[in-house]
């Protein structure tokens, strides 16, 4: 047991489905840091698909449900820009109104970070110990890059990573046409957005394209697989964790898990 | 919220509109090349001015102030206006406002009326009510005036025309100019703008009413304010007999010095100009010691449904200021363009107000046709925040049953396993673990019952294999 901060990590339901390698990398950068990391188990996703179609009374309910199981930690730490911002922005606002919850979500909100934000602004870590051979470029997720801020925090850390060159993308701060039910409620405009996105991830001659949230990864990823693309999409925090060697997004796994 | 029954939209077919705008290659061309000059534009501009973030929040408050004191601004204002000789005109809908215009025509025997740019004219669809008068309404904007001609709507709240390419303008004004030499040359945007301007000159003298919009009305004076880059609002209201100021009721500000402050963001988000080429006050008709001047001055102040606006989550939209940069900004509105959106007005700004003054029943795809990506908040001059209004039109929506029932099946389905973290984990665990074993060997999928939506475009990936969830929970840690 380290005597570092107690950190609850949410996993986030696409990382937690699609990708655990993620949760594994958030974990490891964590523990390096020296916080205890532990993964409460009454936790499923933040509530957004609820919240944005504009169904309150569900979103709600999953609000309270994830305060209760997350208010008992230091820090709440997601590998998501988007529900971290959801837990951190949305859950206070949704429950300003309620004398019961009201101040147990500010208080909850005011612990929960997006998890490279809080390697770099809360533990104030400068370097990781990792190495990554290519050339990558960065996509800025909209909710993190607006609700949280995130725009320099991940690039200081991947500066140190050995090996890896950052390549700038152009409008890197435009949306990818995710926007979680947008992608399929409006397939064509998403499509059009993820197409324009991928003209200019491919403009960089990066061999791999990085984010922050798995959502627009596997947008960004789906699409680029798609159109027979050769560019590999991973999760920011694997590379930082030294996990950049894991079978990119929707590549064929070594072997079944 | 009401509706007016004078509307026509096509937001219903926002779907069916964003495909066809996606397949129409002009409009795609002509997205590409405005996209750029607005966004650079506005960025140099506030990079140039480091009291720009400033002076969004007193542009702000002077708005908020002024909704908050609604009532008494308008009275003081429509004291001045009656002072200085002018008439102001409560119009409550659509088809009042239309009556009134007609009624100040008919007054004056009008056979013609010069329009400066005006969006509270498209949202009254004025040009067809005075058509069905007999009388002829000239769009004097050069942008409007292409449209005009091509008998089209405006595609965007400052760029009327932003929607053609100018291989398309020139074309229209082929087809139209017939008296002028068919082998002229066309080719540069100056000799379009040249031609326009001359066949617009003659046509100055011939109106009896001018009407044009207002960026700003001010309480203190009772003046109107048009900011322009032409200078055709002005010779739209000074040589006819009659000037009619179509504005909606939230344009007030207080004083002249409230206008100054919010002049100095608008532009800047607008066009990234420092400030407009023209920006013009009107106080009253012609004073007897004035050279020219109108000899009417009429305001039209509408409301149509915005003082409803007010007191619910959707007041703060009463602060636009009709800008434009937060479509300028907007990646659907970008793929799709202005006329997708079905009516007057469209991007994130349309996306608000729209469900407000149409009814959400009817403009219900436009609050729900963004990512909340967050940029128009972002670049909004007068910090309105759009996405979140846009998701109460989605709580009103779902409350009222407005919603697809099968979204709303497929929603409750997921609410009641997230609810319940135990068959939640149980039910994930065991859909993963086929999704894996389904895209095993590729390490996605390309496409899978339910999912078309997804897979029309993109590959799923497959599955890691177990959940994390379910591999922390049996001990596994990192490596
Ligand atoms: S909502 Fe904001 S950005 Fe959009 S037009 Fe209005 S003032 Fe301008």
Redesign the pocket.
Known sequence: MSDGPRVALFVTCLVDLFRPSVGFAAVKLMQDAGCTVEVPEAQTCCGQPAYNSGDRKDTIAIARQVIAAFEGFDYVVAPSGSCAGMISKHYPELLANDPDWAERATVLGGRTHELISFLTDVLEIKAVDAAFAGTVTYHDSCSGLRELGIHAQPRALLDGVEGLHLRELEDANVCCGFGGTFCVKYPDISNNMVANKMEKILATGAETLLAGDMGCLMNMAGKLQRDGANVRVRHVAEVLAGMGDEPAIGEPQKSEG | MSTSSTVHSTSRNFKNNARDQLANEDLQAALNKARGHFVDGRTTARDNLPEFDALRGQARDIKDHTLEHLDFYLEAYEEKVRESGGHVHWARTAADAQRIVLDICRSVGAKQVNKGKSMIGEEIEINKALEADGIRPIETDLGEYIIQLRGELPSH?IAPAVHLTKAQVETSFRENHTELDPDRVLEEPISLLDEARTILRKKYFEAEVGITGANLLIAETGSSIIVTNEGNGDLSQLIPKVHIVLASLEKIVPTLEDAATILRVLAR?ATGQEFSSYTTLSTGPKRAEDPDGPEQYHVVLLDNGRTDMIGTEFEEMLR???????MNHCPVYQSVGGHAYGWVYPG??GSVLSPGLIGVDEAGHLPNASTFCGR?EE????H?P?PKMMRHWREREFESHLSPGSARVGLGVWAFFARRPRLYQLATGLQMRMLARMGRKRGRLSSLPLAGGWTKYRELPAPQGRTFQSRWRSGERVR
Do not use: D, F, Q
């Open positions: 709240i988000s636009c200021i009709r800008c434009g940069a937060c994130p700004m128009c670049v909004c001059p007068m309105i759009l």
